[in-house]
């Protein structure tokens, strides 16, 4: 049976219990909380009914556990999360603000979250898509290179890239945006950016230009683009002759009273993947994907969304959250 798999970092999140507190500011802390971009995704594909596989490490430690126990419980296959003895898991800090900015401090860099690998004699049956997130690709050069390799693999193997550009100044440095995904861009069959990742990606400030030139310079089919609070667009690269004009699908957002937006990017990409999967029109992907991220954000916590096939079927029934 086809399958989803993902690879990146893994890690707990600690969080300000609300919006305005600042990390240099002594305070109160809620969590450990499972988090991970790569995580977050890959727990809602498997929630979401598709066979789903996480390639990761984290600590020997109950960071470590707590992820592990999590993601099991969900159904993500965890044969590739390696648990590693003499460092501990990732953690990254993060506070919002009442504009629905954010701001983290993460350790990452030298943990268990950058020495994921994929074993040599590993060998994965029908793999449907092998997804990438920017963010795991910023943690630092050697794991960007065993990122890059993998994709490799599972590209030769039949899967299809998808990627979430998942930009974090925090982890980019001083290396340019270029050298750092350009290599997935080269491969990537399904892109899933917000709308300022779009036109950073092409270096164009008009939306329907930046589309034209990434379907231009690389082998994208869909562009699922991300609007947050105002639902998503979906260009086909079947609609995007450039003599014909550009052709569009709106999708909706779902009104939600939102708790905390960390993760819903990661659930918007996890059901998009599961409804072509699933055979289904792009439409019924975008709008599975927008239901996905409303009901993540509605929960506190970046994987605590209550997300299933019954309740992204109630969100779209019913055009709210309930």
């Known amino acids: 049976m086809a399958s989803i798999w993902t690879m990146g970092e893994i890690l707990v999140e600690i ?4 919006a305005g507190m600042q990390l240099y500011q002594p305070g109160e802390f809620l969590g450990p909380y499972p988090s991970g971009a790569p995580a977050i ?3 809602t594909v498997a929630r979401l009914g598709q066979p789903a596989g996480l390639i990761g490490a984290v600590g020997a430690d109950d960071f470590g556990r707590c992820l592990l126990d999590r993601l099991q419980t969900d159904g993500v296959d965890c044969r590739y999360i390696s648990r590693v003895s003499h460092k501990s898991t990732a953690v990254a800090f993060v506070t919002y603000f009442a504009d629905g900015s954010r701001k983290f401090i993460f350790h990452i860099d030298q943990t268990p979250a950058s020495m994921a690998y994929l074993p040599l004699e590993a060998q994965i049956e029908q793999p449907a898509f092998f997804h990438i997130m920017g963010c795991s690709l910023m943690v630092n050069d050697a794991f960007r290179e065993t990122i890059l390799h993998t994709m490799q693999r599972f590209h030769a193997w039949g899967a ?3 990627f979430d550009p998942n930009i974090r100044a925090e982890l980019l440095g001083e290396r340019s945006l270029q050298q750092v995904i350009g290599p997935v861009l080269e491969k990537c069959s399904v892109l899933m950016p917000g709308t300022a990742e779009l036109k950073l990606l092409a270096e164009d400030e ?6 034209e ?6 082998p994208i089919e869909v562009i699922a683009l991300k609007r947050g609070k105002q639902g998503g667009t979906i260009y086909h690269r079947s609609s995007l002759e450039i003599d014909a004009g550009l052709e569009a699908i709106a999708i909706p957002a779902y009104p939600v009273t939102e708790v905390d937006p960390t993760g819903a990017g990661d659930c ?9 999967l699933e055979s289904r029109p792009l439409v019924e992907c975008g709008r599975m994907a927008s239901a996905a991220g409303a009901l993540n954000a509605a929960a506190f916590g970046p994987m605590e969304g209550k997300i299933s096939q019954e309740s992204i079927a109630q969100t779209i ?6």
């Open 268 to 276: 918007f990409d996890a059901a998009f993947l599961c409804g072509l």
């Open 15 to 18: 969080m300000r219990p609300t």
């Open 213 to 218: 030139r990434l379907v231009e310079a690389y």
């Open 160 to 162: 299809r890239i998808s």
């Open 317 to 322: 029934r019913t055009g709210r959250v309930l």
């Open 206 to 211: 008009v939306e329907a230009q930046a589309v």
């Open 41 to 43: 995704f890959i727990d």
